[in-house]
């Protein structure tokens, strides 16, 4: 009987005692090489395509990359336009929204060089939001996240527009996903 008692026992013992050791302090991990993935799990609703294209959308105040897959690379702007349009309903699902409409209702992007000039509409009177940080920056990640933008310039009627940034200062400069960079979760 005491046997019976004390195989269990041994038996947690041996499989405690196995396995991965324990660092004394952290340790860097590298990610693996490749596209962010997405919290969010594809939409099955939509043709999965051949080519990538990542939207910044807002989780719980925060800015989430999201992958999408299309038929083809995504022009300037098609990503706008995407961008604008918003979570797919996989995407709401969970739990994805978007910062932008009352925000920035309206915008069109020119690349020079590196640098995305993106005018914005007027935002609507109504409805307006008071996260413009959240919604500046989904356009920031979004449009940094191509390999052929690096910086991103706002107007607004021909004008430099001065645009949130995550420190809450305002800037007219060209801005980059690291003035972004304590409100993006890779998650």
Request: charged residues 20%; neutral net charge; aromatic residues 2%.
């Amino acid at each position: 009987m005491r046997r019976r008692r004390l195989a269990p026992l041994a038996l947690a013992v041996l499989l405690t005692g196995c396995g991965i050791p324990t660092d004394d302090t952290p340790r860097t991990v590298s990610p693996p090489r490749g596209p962010l993935s997405s919290a969010a799990p594809a939409d099955t609703t939509a043709p999965a395509g051949s080519a990538a294209e990542t939207l910044c959308l807002v989780r719980d105040n925060r800015i989430v990359p999201v992958v999408r897959r299309v038929d083809s690379p995504p022009t300037i702007a098609d990503q706008l336009r995407h961008l604008l349009a918003g979570p797919s309903s996989t995407e709401r699902d969970s739990d994805l929204t978007s910062a932008l409409p009352g925000a920035v209702n309206g915008a069109r992007a020119t690349v020079t060089g590196t640098q995305a000039l993106v005018a914005v509409d007027e935002p609507a009177d109504v409805g307006g939001r008071s996260d413009e940080v959240l919604a500046f920056g989904q356009i920031v990640c979004t449009l940094t996240g191509r390999e052929d933008v690096s910086t991103v310039a706002f107007l607004r009627d021909g004008k430099a527009l001065g645009v949130p940034r995550a420190d809450g200062s305002l800037s007219s400069r060209p801005l980059t996903r690291g003035d972004y960079a304590p409100l993006i979760s890779e998650r």
